[in-house]
């Protein structure tokens, strides 16, 4: 049985289609990120499955339970937002146990849940302190220990580490992970930050417009991208994605490797995707340097073959300067092939 399953879930705004056909099954106990660029329809589906916006129409199931109809405080989550909405005039105890205040729990079993939270969270020293006390990364763990405190078995998260600075993000990312394995919890986390969905998730929904445009771990997201939008969403830098004509990058005479024995690979294929990981310096393919990024322990180079500009992430020590001529190889396995629509055809 699913934790969650949406089934041709459709949410309309007036004229606009905000979501389009979602049909989606998540796995108890397992990390899912919604994942996608700004106005994709991934924070519209998490408040969907919260119940803080209604489906146009369409079904949503949470424990096999059909709640599409069914109120926020009937479907059995906690949520965690962007904005950690942190009462002021609380202490940081008494902002874990809201929820609970307002659910009317015992007291007795409210201050266990609320020191267990803090425990877990690292909080204990910190609880009669005010939210104004704390740093960011204090602040998003009280916002999480209000979420856990409900005891429910599926969180949704919405965008909880945009206000972090880049490495207390990271940090954040590792413990969210740890907890979410240790307390076995059915998260839904919605992110547009590529490097959290493939650190964390067990499951990437990548989004598009208000349609899932793949569904997959993140491996498989990585190493078989459904369709151009996938291959530049996924990885830093982004895919190449060369035009071919007659077989042949455009503007040269450069085949792809693949075909050498294997024509019928590419067939119909009318772009060639190459990561810029897998290029590598020194092979058949001849190449004037267009520019040069220097990152530390990498090295980007944007790289003119025929009319198309191919990236290539090389070793940071490497000296090459704008106008250099350089020979680069990459292997038949690391080809990827489009067709003229944008989707896999090899």
Same mark, same amino acid.
């Given at each position: 049985m699913s934790a969650i399953e949406l089934r041709d879930v459709h949410k309309l705004w007036g004229p606009t289609k905000a979501l389009d056909g979602i049909t989606l099954a998540i796995a108890p106990a397992s990390?899912?990120?919604l994942l996608g660029p700004s106005g994709c329809g991934k924070s519209t589906t998490l408040r969907i499955i919260a119940g803080l916006e209604a489906a146009t129409s369409g079904s949503v199931f949470i424990g096999g339970r059909d709640v599409t109809q069914a109120a926020p405080a009937e479907r059995g989550i906690s949520m965690v937002f962007q904005n950690y909405a942190l009462f002021p005039h609380l202490s940081v105890g008494e902002n874990i146990g809201f929820g609970l205040s307002v659910r009317k729990v015992e007291k007795a079993e409210a201050a266990r849940r609320i020191e267990q939270a803090a425990e877990l969270l690292g909080l204990s020293a910190l609880l009669a302190r005010r @939210?104004?006390? &704390?740093?960011?990364?204090?602040q998003q763990r009280v916002a999480l220990g209000r979420a856990l405190v409900a005891q429910t078995k599926v969180c949704l998260m919405d965008e909880p580490l945009s206000n972090l600075d880049a490495q207390l993000r990271q940090e954040m990312r590792h413990e969210l992970r740890e907890l979410q394995q240790r307390l076995q919890l059915t998260v839904v986390y919605v992110t547009h930050d590529q490097a959290e969905a493939m650190s964390m998730a067990d499951q990437v929904v990548l989004l598009n417009h208000g349609r899932i445009e793949q569904n997959a771990a993140p491996r498989e997201l990585y190493a078989r991208p459904a369709s151009t939008f996938s291959a530049r969403f996924i990885g830093t830098p982004a895919m190449?994605?060369?035009?071919l004509a007659q077989g042949r990058i455009a503007g040269s005479d450069v085949? @792809?490797?693949? &075909?050498?024995g294997r024509a019928g690979r590419a067939g119909g294929a009318a772009q060639l995707g190459i990561r810029p990981e897998t290029v590598h310096l020194g092979g058949p393919v001849a190449a004037t340097v267009a520019s040069v990024e220097y990152l530390g322990a990498d090295l980007v180079l944007r790289c003119a073959v025929g009319t198309e500009t191919l990236t290539v992430r090389a070793e940071g020590?490497?000296?090459?300067?704008?106008?250099?001529a350089v020979q680069l190889?990459?292997?038949a396995e690391g080809e990827h092939f489009f067709d003229a629509g944008g989707r896999r055809t090899a």
């Open positions: 990390f899912c990120v @939210p104004s006390q &704390l740093s960011g990364g204090q190449n994605l060369l035009k085949a @792809p490797f693949s &075909l050498a020590q490497v000296n090459l300067a704008p106008g250099a190889g990459w292997t």
